[in-house]
């Protein structure tokens, strides 16, 4: 609708250009005067058509120059003509523009020759200036403005698509650090509050006696102080990320401090050197024993845990070996494999658990070389 009303603008200021140019004598009618305003009138209503139906516009435009010269000329015509040119090349397709400007550069090629040959007088050559002047001046300004108008469309397309793809970033990133964010949660708060939890369970339902009842409160407070104290160290880390060394646990060179109060018996057995392996694997490592010894104090038969790390050049590869006998205690299930398959997945590694009869087995390959 606007576009509409520019338009009619657009055409009502060249038929009132062309009535004031009409009323100041600048015109030359072979004919009535009356019907000079003919052309005028069919030119600028071509300037309507200039959006919808830019070839129809050129068209009548053409027109209404030719009967201008037959009946006039007048000057307000080809002016109004320079308008209907300059919006074909910008509103219509590019091959548009490039016949109007070959059929314009021709005719006055071919104008400046007849001139010369037939006339010859270089003074008739201001027919081909003023033909070229109404013509292709108006077509090369049209394509320039919509040259130009098309690099800053592009380049807005552009800037937008940039700002999506950055927003989806943000957005990724956001994600995967709240994912981070809940699997540490997960591994550092849930694991200790399990295993308090599943001693307070048993100090109340059964009569454990004084050394009984004084062992599971020992694993209580001891599960609850470090608790207590890696949440310190995490909340720490994200309040300051250099703290990086200072937030993160031991890694697997403090296996044999988790085994130990882990809450079941557990033989390990490591081979390798696990002080070389990289501190992202080292991390998801212990993450994942750490887990592991967690879901077997919870699901587990109480009996000996077999807990396997090989490193060696290429991988770390891990393997947790617990009964399952057990019920599982009401209000203990959590995330936690989903947590242990993307700490492997985040590493480009793979890891299965699942039960081999009555055993429960946990097998996860590190590469060294993460992504």
Known sequence: MKGRAVDLVLA?????AGALMFVTGQWQARVAP???FVPLVVCCGALLLRRTAPLASVLVGTAAVAGDVVIGPSLATPLVYTQVLYDACLHGRAALARALLAVSVIGSVVTAAVCLVVVRDVRALGLAVLLALVTVVPIL?????????????????????????????????VAAERAGMARELHDV???????????????LSADLG????????????????QGLAEMRRMIGFL???AAVAEAAPGGLAALDDLVARCGVPVGLSVTGAPERVPVSVDLAAYRILQESLANALKHGDGGPVAVAVACT?????LRVDSGLARRPVPGLGGAGLIGMRER??????????????????VAAHLPLDAP
């Open 12 to 16: 009502g200021s060249g038929l009132c």
């Open 34 to 36: 009356a019907w000079l």
């Open 141 to 173: 300004t049209g394509s320039h403005v919509r040259h130009h108008r098309d690099q800053a469309t592009i380049a807005r397309r552009s800037a937008e698509q940039v700002a999506r793809l950055a927003e989806a970033d943000r957005a990724n990133a």
């Open 239 to 241: 309040r300051d990320p």
């Open 189 to 203: 708060i849930a694991n200790h509050l399990s295993a308090a939890a599943i001693h307070a369970t048993a100090a």
């Open 344 to 361: 492997a997945a985040l590493l480009g590694g793979t890891l299965t658990a699942g039960p081999d009869g009555d055993r429960w087995i």
């Open 313 to 317: 050049a290429a991988a770390v590869d």
């Open 210 to 225: 004084p050394d009984g009842t004084r062992q599971a409160l020992t694993v209580i407070r001891e599960n609850s102080v």
